[in-house]
Each structure stands twice: as C-alpha cells, then as structure tokens.
T-cell receptor, first 114, second 116 residues
C-alpha cells in the first residue's frame, strides 16, 4: 500500500518570502501521479500543482513549483513570493497511474505573516 | 459557482437521527467520491462511484449509505451515527478514462458534521 508522509505539521513565513513544504511517499509502482492540494479556511480542497512521475521536468504553476526526486521518493512544494492568501493547510497526495484513488498525507498548516 | 457543491455546510444531529448529505458536480465528470476528514488524520476515502456504479467501499460502517442516482449527484445517507463520526465530509469528482482523464479530483467545500 502507498503511504504519504508530511513531516511538518505547521510552518510560518513572512509575506513575500519563499517557503518549502516537504513530502515523501512510499510506493513500489513506477507510473503514478503526485499532487499538492491547498485547503484554505473556506474548506474547499483546491489543486495547486500536479506531477506525472514519468516526467523528469519539475512542474511549475506561477509562484508554485515542485522538486520531484523520484529515486528518493520526495516531492516538495516551493512557494515563492508568498502572499497572505497562501495561508492554508497543504496536502500532498499520491495516485497510481490509471487509478484515481488518492492517498493523502496528514497536511502542513502554513501561515503567512504580514 | 464552484464545480462541486455540497449541502448542507453544517449539520448537527443526534445519534438516533437520519439525515442525508448532498453533493452535485457541474463539471461533466463520470466519477464521484466521498471522503472523511478528521483532525490530524489523512483524508480517508469512503466510497467511489464510476458511471453511477459503486466501485469502491473502504470498509465503511453500514450506518453510512451512499447513493448515486446519476453522474451529477451523490448522496450520503446517515443513520444511528456515533460521536466519533463527527468530521468534515468531502465530496469530489473526476473524469475517469478517455482523453480527458488526468487523475485530477475536484472537491467541494464539505459538510461539517457534529454528532451529539
């Protein structure tokens, strides 16, 4: 069974700074997908970024980028120029290729300080 | 309007009550999901419906009964719940298979359930 581990329960950073959230996972599969979801106080889980394991290039979405290290089974999220609206819970998630079943980590609560 | 809408936003019920949670998706997807989110625990997948057929049931107690009358609507019927069932219940949808499939699930804002 796959597992996803987020070792940082809480983090805080000053507005406009850069922050990196950690995620490691365990799987015996070769083809899979990795995700970062954001859950603000409104509670709606919002997709931040998605990585396909067969792609070596790290995914980027505006201020959000990932450092995907397949051999190390590591998938960290970097938020650049952090904004107050980035305050939220961030969840790392895993899905096997061809199977939309998501396995989530326990989340990291990120607070952006004005 | 968000793509996935859940009602009610909040629900308080006694252990002997019967209530239902509703989820509606406006994204044209063919799969829908129920998750349970408890404090300090990973999201737990409860049920998966694909093309209105239940394809996964993760050992959920029978006091939770899902219903998917069509590809846009999903219900979770609740009866004789326990206090430990208090949690945030999230609904999601995705497109399974075909060219549109990208393994992306879109979530609603959840129903905060309190069982007294």
């Amino acid at each position: 069974a796959q597992t996803v581990t987020q070792s940082q329960p809480e983090m805080s950073v000053q507005e406009a700074e850069t922050v990196t959230l950690s995620c490691t996972y365990d799987t015996s599969e070769n083809n899979y997908y990795l995700f970062w979801y954001k859950q603000p106080p409104s509670r709606q889980m919002i997709l931040v970024i998605r990585q396909e394991a067969y792609k070596q290039q790290n995914a980027t979405e505006n201020r959000f980028s990932v450092n995907f290290q397949k051999a190390a089974k590591s998938f960290s999220l970097k938020i650049s120029d952090s904004q107050l609206g980035d305050t939220a819970m961030y969840f790392c998630a895993f899905a096997n290729f061809g199977n939309e079943k998501l396995t989530f980590g326990t989340g990291t609560r990120l607070t952006i300080i004005p | 309007e968000t793509g996935v809408t859940q009602t009610p936003r909040h629900l308080v019920m006694g252990m002997t009550n019967k209530k239902s949670l509703k989820c509606e998706q406006h994204l044209g997807h063919n799969a829908m999901y129920w998750y349970k989110q408890s404090a300090k625990k990973p999201l737990e997948l409860m049920f998966v419906y694909s093309l209105e057929e239940r394809v996964e049931n993760n050992s959920v107690p029978s006091r939770f009964s899902p219903e998917c009358p069509n590809s846009s609507h999903l219900f979770l019927h609740l009866h004789t719940l326990q206090p430990e069932d208090s949690a945030l219940y999230l609904c999601a949808s995705s497109q399974r298979g075909g060219n549109r499939a990208k393994n992306i699930q879109y979530f609603g804002a959840g129903t905060r359930l309190s069982v007294l």
